[in-house]
C-alpha cells in the first residue's frame, strides 16, 4: 500500500542519508530495553524508508514500531549525518493516523474529548450518583457485589 496522493512523504530524502553506523542504537532506550533492530532508530529509519518506497505495508505491526520511540531525541543529536529518527517516527505516526480507518470508539472518544461540554454532559450521570448519595446506599446496601469483578472496585 503506497501512501495516498494527499500526503507528503516524511523527510523525503532524509532518510535515504543513513550509513548505519548504529551509534543511535547506544542511546536508544526501547532497543536497550527489547534488543531488536525494529526498535531502534536505524531499525525505523530503514522500515520508514521501505513503507514509503512501496516495499513494506502500513500495517498495525509498522505502527507499533513507531509508537515504540520514546521522542527522548538522543538519536537526533547523536547521528552524524544528521538525520532526525525520531521526527521521521513521529512523522510516521501521522501517516499512519491520516490513513487508519477510525473506529466507533475513536471517534466516540475524541469527540468527548475534543469538545469539553459532550464531555460534561457524558459524566452527568456519574456525576448525579456520586452527589446524590445512591454511591453511599449501593455501599451500604452490599449491592456491589452484584456487579462484575472489575466494576465492584471502580
Known amino acids: 500500500m503506497s501512501l495516498p496522493c494527499n500526503l507528503t512523504q516524511p523527510q523525503e530524502n532524509e532518510y535515504l542519508n543513513c550509513i548505519r553506523c548504529g551509534l543511535c542504537l547506544a542511546v536508544c ?11 531502534s532508530p536505524r531499525g525505523r529509519v530503514a522500515l520508514a524508508r521501505k513503507s514509503l518506497e512501496g516495499e513494506l505495508e502500513l500495517t ?13 531525541l538522543a538519536c537526533n543529536d547523536i547521528c552524524p549525518v544528521g538525520i532526525r529518527p525520531a521526527d521521521l517516527a513521529l512523522e510516521m505516526r501521522h501517516v499512519q493516523e491520516q490513513i487508519r480507518p477510525s473506529g466507533w470508539k475513536d ?5 468527548l474529548i475534543a469538545k469539553p461540554a459532550r464531555m ?34 471502580l
Open 29 to 39: 532506550p526501547t532497543y536497550r530495553v527489547y534488543k531488536n533492530e525494529t526498535a
Open 60 to 72: 498495525p505491526n509498522l505502527a507499533e514500531q513507531m509508537y515504540a520511540c520514546l521522542d527522548c
Open 107 to 111: 471517534t466516540l472518544f475524541g469527540e
Open 120 to 153: 460534561e454532559a457524558a459524566t452527568l450521570p456519574l456525576r448525579i450518583y456520586q452527589r446524590s448519595g445512591l454511591r453511599r446506599l449501593v455501599y451500604t446496601l452490599h449491592l456491589r457485589r452484584l456487579l462484575p469483578t472489575r466494576l465492584r472496585d
